[in-house]
């Protein structure tokens, strides 16, 4: 069945996007990797904007009856289900996809996505509907990581399958770059609207801005990707390259293995995500007298070191091999977990130390986590094995990376988040050595 019977939305929009393609040519590789930079950048400031909220916001509107930290906790509760909905909304979204093509699918996810973003700007707190308050906030993020798991484009395997032999660690962290501009985006948005209104305009419209802001940007990144995903070009390389959605089902069965490995071969970076974004806010606005404006620009300046990071992993990764690199990267990671969170209690040098080093970490290890995922399965089940692997890494790796780390450090002191961070790298390096291992059976 073709994309054609789908709503007249997803059908307006895709004629919208040949249009434009018939008058301006295809897509260059070029305006595919903007354009996938654009939708991942959509992607990660919608999930920043709801992981500020998370901290700043959600405890005393949802849970005002609490005190700071459990409220918190509670909140960080909630942030997870996205991770948690995530694997269901692609099980979901790939059956769409093999149904009514690509166009169809991401037409509904971003839409999906940028309705239950801009649904929570609208939220009422407990002071007006109660215990409600807290059911609608997680029903519009389980919404939200249902479209996080029906995105999956493809894009990351399509440019790292293309690219030159040694140019792949280059194209691989592309994708990435969406991640920190995200990132610097919404604690812009954030900082700006704390540090200029006063606490009863924030908490009453103010922090309502930054989820309307997401629903527009959702808006550009969904016709951008139309005009990537209808592109003959672009459909070629999809089928010349095996890159169709394969059932879920089967899909385990060929590569169940791979999907393991996959999943837990980027732990490190993935736990280091949250660890130098979500966890070090909450612990400096809960146990600390500073605001969240300060500590936010602290985030913008660590952001734009990762961002300069990531395009370095390119041409680390290009030099050593990017399981080389990820196994490095594990390593200093794990020696970063030993002291780095201490310096969270050390004032403005030892949180900027911190977020910095956590930052250039981050940049270089999650720069090429999705790179080394599409090498490691058969053309038939590429596809729809890295949308697999991408979601099981994030639900083990940072789905409740804040909520544990806040847990554990509120009750044993911050070394022992750095035991959590610690144990994130063991298991990129323990899976990492057992993907060496079939790998090498593989070629025998």
Known sequence: MSAQTAAPTSATFERDARIVNARHGDASPGEIAIGVIIGRTSEFFDFFVFAIASVIVFPKLVFPYMDALNGTLLSF???ALAFVARPIGTVLFMAIDRNYGRGVKLTITLFLLGTCTVAIAFLPGY??????SAFLLALFRIGQGLALGGEWDGLPSLLAINAPENRRG??????????PLGLIVAAAL???FVANLSSEDFFDWGWRYPFFVAFAINVVALFARLRMVVTPQYTELFETQHLQPAPVIKTLRAEGT????GAFAPLASFALFHMVTVFPLSWVFLFTAEG???????????ATVGLATIVVSGF???RIGRRNLLAGTAAAIAAFSGFAPQLLNGGDVGEIIFMVLGFILLGLSFGQSSGAVAASFSKAYR????ALTTDLAWLFGAGFAPLVALYLSSRFGLMAAGAYLLSGAICTLLALAVSSQVRARAQR
């Open 77 to 79: 509760a909630i942030f």
């Open 127 to 132: 002071e007006q509907i109660g215990a409600a």
């Open 170 to 179: 280059w194209y691989a962290m592309i994708p990435q770059l969406g991640a």
């Open 190 to 192: 954030f900082a700006f």
């Open 258 to 261: 791979n999907v393991v490995v």
């Open 292 to 302: 969240p404006a300060r500590f936010l620009i602290i985030e913008i300046i660590g």
């Open 316 to 318: 680390v990764a290009d």
């Open 383 to 386: 596809y729809t094995g890295s």
